[in-house]
């Protein structure tokens, strides 16, 4: 370690007076003291695996909680229709048509399927 003293003039800290002293001298002793009134207590094995089981346990409850809670939201029978998801996803009947045969659909095939599917539009 470097003994040379750290300048702390730029803090507006007067570092040099018997003040300054007296108060380390304080912090440093009751620091100690607090220290060595602590008593060491050896942890076994034991010890460690109790002193993890409280966050465990609370954890552990916290996510049942969070679990009963969504399990008890009940939700209403619905009465809409169920739609298949080709409908649902607006996929027209030619395409569907392409996509389910057994052979590979020309682009042509594709052209005619989207674009008999596609909405017409006329100028007025």
């Known amino acids: 370690m470097d003994e040379t003293p750290i300048d702390l003039t730029a803090l507006g800290a007067d570092t040099a007076g018997p003040r300054f002293e007296a108060t380390v001298t304080t912090i440093v002793r009751d620091g ?4 060595a009134s602590r008593a060491i207590v050896p942890m076994d094995a034991l010890s ?3 002193s993890m089981w409280r966050p465990a346990l609370i954890a552990a409850g916290i ?7 969504g399990l008890a939201v009940r939700r209403a029978p619905s009465s ?5 998801r080709v409908d649902a996803l607006g996929i027209p009947d030619e395409l569907r048509e392409l996509i389910r045969s057994d052979r590979v659909p020309s682009l042509g095939e594709l052209h005619e399927a989207l674009a008999a599917a596609a909405p017409r539009r006329t100028l007025e």
């Open 80 to 84: 809409a229709p169920r739609i298949a």
């Open 63 to 69: 996510a049942i909680a969070a679990g009963i809670g």
């Open 48 to 50: 460690a695996v109790a």
């Open 32 to 35: 100690m003291a607090a220290r």
